[in-house]
């Protein structure tokens, strides 16, 4: 490995950016995600081979003896991944978005470290000889992945905690945090923390200002935590996929700093993905994407418990049997998962059921929300773990038009995304795409209780004419509907 050349490292670094851009072009529709999936891991493998390789040619050319820093690199290779293999294949499917912003962490975390290091001692990294000070353009780099770095680790740091919703810290709470002046604050930070980026990148002299680079550094670890606390849980699904789009970004800046093509290719590739799966999801919510990128969004606290009061109203409600009776006499179903079956583990059971209503001549499809579940794509992940078929799964734009013509339509565990307060121009998620399943002849919705959704509103689709509660968990209501199928 001593002997690699850098054509050797370039052109491996090249095939591994050709492997990220293939995993997104796979990870773009369901039949191809698990192809795109190993395009990624492919990619990730030739750059970590490769980049360790050129650590231990580098430290042989320079003479090292004690070999410390190679073995470093190596022990965090083995337990860097080890922890994340672990951690991949303990995880619930309902924890997934916990993994992904506890992930967008520590990209964000690393984009600070490495720029510390190169204002440190930027010899090292090749970028400038000892004794010459850090080019004007590299310290521009470095202000951004470090600024970037800073606001994607705590603000990911907080996107956990809300996602996770079982701790008592107030900020890690899914209700927003808000307060007078709060935007002003932002702005406020955000001027100083320009003000402070110039100061660093013209500050004359060899030595790097590092006072003015660390308090740089601790307001965009502030900014990142203000940004994202006045978000409540309705959001969160943008919130995922925005960080994620900075955590490319931050990647993407520190990669220009240290020469880095790879870096740089799948930083922007992360950067600019991201950024338009916020663009989609932002239209999915109804949401202004200048909003997101200014941690502006977010629904007015006061409007959504004013509009989340529940009303006493009566329902219907029947039994699982009653339910599959529905199912087995229609001529179209359409089924509409959500977080609630993540919860319960039903997506198995579900399939089962399926597989039943079809063998009798049913036709079944399944209809997925752009923010079904708590991050993006959640429910077709779902249902590829259960090797649901591809073709049996529409997006929303797909299958809106066919509810008015269906029979029955299943609701499981979902709530705002069928809402029909969407469409009264007063309330707080109005305008909101919605799956439109109050068009359809016969609903059947199985929730746990008439609790509401993330929005904190009351369904008006629960009290239709036509709609039959099924109350109690996702999982054994199902069963019982398999087995009443039978």
Known sequence: MSYISMNLVTMFYLIASVCFIQALKGLSSPATARTGNAFGMSGMAIATVTTVALIFKLQAQAATTGGLGFGLVLLG????????????????????????????????????????????????????????????????????????????????????????????????????VSFPGQHMLNLGIAIALVALGLVFCFAPGIEPAWTPFIIMALLAFILGVLIIIPIGGADMPVVVSMLNSYSGWAAAGIGFSLNNSMLIIAGSLVGSSGAILSYIMCKAMNRSFFNVILGGFGGDPAAAAAGGAQEQRPVKSGSAEDAAFIMSNAETVIIVPGYGLAVARAQHSLKELVEKLTHKGVIVKYAIHPVAGRMPGHMNVLLAEAEVPYDQVFEMEDINGEFGQTDVVLV???????????????????????????????????????????????????????????????????????????
């Open 77 to 176: 290779v083995v337990v860097g991944g080890g922890i994340g293999a672990f951690a991949a294949k303990k995880v619930e499917m309902t924890k997934m978005p916990e993994l992904v912003a506890a992930m967008h962490s520590l990209i964000g975390l690393a984009a600070v470290c490495i720029a510390v290091a190169v204002v440190a001692e930027p010899w090292v990294f090749q970028i400038t000889t000892a004794g010459v000070a850090l080019p004007f353009g590299n310290r521009l780099e470095l202000f951004i992945g470090t600024f970037v770095g800073a606001v994607t680790f705590s603000g990911s740091v907080i996107a956990f905690g809300k996602l996770s919703g079982k701790y008592k810290f107030r900020l890690f709470q899914g209700a927003p």
């Open 412 to 486: 499981l565990g979902a709530n705002d995304v069928v809402n029909p307060a969407a469409k009264d121009p007063k309330s707080p998620i109005a305008g909101m795409p919605i799956l439109e399943a109050y068009k359809a002849k016969s609903i059947i919705v199985n929730k746990r209780s008439m609790a509401s959704g993330y929005a904190g509103l009351d369904n008006d689709l629960f009290y239709q004419a036509n709609t039959m509660m099924v109350f109690g968990d996702a999982k054994k209501v199902i069963e019982a509907m398999v087995k009443a199928v039978d």
